[in-house]
């Protein structure tokens, strides 16, 4: 299984990018998969995720109403649409998929079996 993740670079505050994530070996409408993000010395933090149905999407408080996560299970490729970034949305960007997530753990990094390479999104102020 392998995910990889594009779409990162610099942007200027209030600016937009397009992340995409495409998986090979890995059936993205039967896993729950998602979105993370790690900025320097901090945690890994979900950002947003589908559930394993792909009926339900789930957000950081944090992003609420500027990124929107979406899929294609035709292209078995996870996108996250971001729009008025902010300089805190500084962060290495990770798509993850997992066979077994449960809703109540969608957000916990450690529920997930498969990891992108990550993808850098700085914004600048």
């Known amino acids: 299984v392998q995910l990889q993740a594009s779409g990162g670079g610099l942007v200027q505050a209030g600016g937009s990018l397009r992340l995409s994530c495409v998986a090979s070996?890995?059936?993205?409408?039967?896993?729950?998969v998602g979105w993370f993000r790690q900025a320097p010395g901090k945690e890994r933090e979900f950002v947003a995720g589908?559930?394993?149905?792909?009926?339900?999407?789930y957000y950081a408080d944090s992003v609420k109403g500027r990124f929107t996560i979406s899929r294609d299970n035709a292209k078995n490729t996870l996108y996250l649409q971001m729009n008025s970034l902010k300089p805190e949305d500084t962060a290495v960007y990770y798509c993850?998929?997992?066979?077994?997530?449960?809703?109540?753990?969608?957000?916990?990094?450690?529920?997930?079996?498969?990891w992108g390479q990550g993808t850098q999104v700085t914004v600048s102020s």
């Open positions: 070996r890995l059936t993205f409408s039967t896993f729950a």
């Open positions: 589908f559930s394993r149905s792909g009926n339900s999407q």
């Open positions: 993850a998929g997992g066979p077994t997530v449960i809703t109540s753990s969608l957000k916990l990094s450690s529920a997930y079996h498969y």
